[in-house]
């Protein structure tokens, strides 16, 4: 019965052909928007990396200038912050944390590999402020003012990379322009852009105004800030007078102040947007797709009324007449299926976004082939009850 089913939708493909564009569409679109929801909920329940509870910031918005002058206001700034009791640790960053659609990359090189990886100037206390835990070595200090390489930080995506069998630390990076790093430090995950984003190749550059201003030049007004820890139950009093402060202390500087805790929220809103559009999109094209799908069952079964009647006087039951509608209608969408899947598959194959993994890809599939196998039963069970209903009399008597 299956085969003939099959056999009957081929022979009918030329009728069939649009609708099954329209499921190869829509399970593609499935595809997708599954994709993207697996691997964003996939990164939701993986650390970040570092806390962000009653962590504020300060985007200094400094003015061109000469980085002499700069620095001189920053670390004013600096003393500023530290009169405040309530503030625990500060420390230089312009790691772009909750700043998704922003990016700082830059090549290193080591063991003939060639790889762009983000970078991060950051304050000698900014594990303090973001609870950064180590797996191994140690954190910038003032040691490394004499040092003779410059240090670097790295997290495991950049060991498992250059180093995937070996202790990275001690080991030399050689950035783009020739300057090599010592690695001195190794942190886990870093996943700054947020809770739905992945993980990412993450390395940490000294920033300190303890280690001289030469760390300005890599740096902006725009995106840097002074993040700093402040005691829990802190309150919005407290935010506007160090707002104040730092304003009469640098009169030139655009100053502004937030909450990591609000960024955050913020920049899963913004990562949300595109899957968000891709998925009304999708809905809009599904439903299309389903209407379609029930228009022309529905006229395939009222145009073949007198032969489910001549069935149903030679013996047919009604769960054979279910059992035949319904049939054709999986069979029309696996036509479909087949297609898209062979779309689908050259995802995986070809390492298209390889970073999603193949995991997510498969759950895609197997997703979309569910909601499209039940959106077709749904399409198909009313004309299938009406069929099945026919009086076999009535039927022959209208044919």
């Not at 920053?74 to 944390?97: D, G, H, K, R, T």
């Not at 379609?292 to 145009?303: D, Q």
């Amino acid at each position: 019965m299956i085969m003939q089913m099959f056999k009957m939708i081929w022979n009918r493909k030329k009728q069939n052909a649009l609708m099954i564009v329209g499921l190869v569409v829509s399970f593609f679109s499935l595809f997708l928007v599954f994709t993207t929801l697996f691997y964003m909920l996939g990164n939701y329940f993986k650390p970040l990396g570092f806390e962000y509870d009653n962590v504020w910031y300060l985007n200094p918005g400094w003015p061109d200038a000469e980085k002499s002058e700069i620095f001189e206001t920053f670390q004013q700034v600096e003393f500023a912050l530290e009169s405040y009791p309530e503030i625990e640790a500060q420390a230089f960053s312009n790691c772009l944390i909750f700043i998704p659609s922003a990016m700082n990359m830059n090549t290193f090189m080591n063991n003939g590999k060639e790889v762009n990886v983000h970078e991060g100037i950051v304050g000698d206390h900014f594990h303090d402020v973001l609870g950064v835990e180590l797996i191994s070595g140690r954190w910038f200090g003032e040691s490394d003012n004499v040092a003779a390489k410059p240090p670097i930080i790295i997290n495991k995506q950049v060991r498992e990379t250059f180093f995937p069998d070996e202790d990275p630390i001690g080991k030399l990076l050689i950035h783009e322009d020739g300057k090599e790093f010592r690695i001195v430090g190794l942190v886990d995950e870093f996943r700054s852009s947020g809770d739905f984003t992945g993980s990412k190749l993450m390395t940490f550059r000294r920033g300190s105004t303890s280690a001289g201003f030469e760390w300005l030049e890599k740096t902006d007004g725009m995106f840097s800030r002074i993040l700093f820890r402040v005691k829990p139950g802190s309150s919005r009093e407290l935010e506007q007078k160090i707002l104040a402060h730092v304003n009469d202390v640098a009169k030139d500087w655009a100053v502004k102040i937030g909450r990591f805790d609000e960024a955050r929220e913020s920049a899963n809103r913004q990562t949300m947007v595109i899957p968000i559009i891709l998925g009304i999109v999708c809905g809009f094209l599904i439903i299309n797709v389903a209407l379609g799908l029930f228009g022309v069952i529905w006229y395939n079964t009222k145009r073949r009324i007198s032969e489910i009647g001549l069935r149903r006087a030679l013996g047919s039951t009604v769960k054979l007449i279910h059992v035949q509608i319904v049939g054709e209608a999986i069979v029309l969408a696996t036509f479909g299926i087949i297609v898209g899947l062979f779309f689908a598959i050259q995802f995986p194959i070809l390492g298209v976004m390889g970073f999603i993994g193949a995991n997510n890809y498969l759950l895609a599939a197997l997703s979309s082939v569910v909601v499209i196998y039940l959106l077709t039963i749904i399409c198909a069970l009313y004309p299938a009850n009406q069929a099945a209903n026919v009086e076999p009399a009535i039927a022959l008597h209208e044919d």
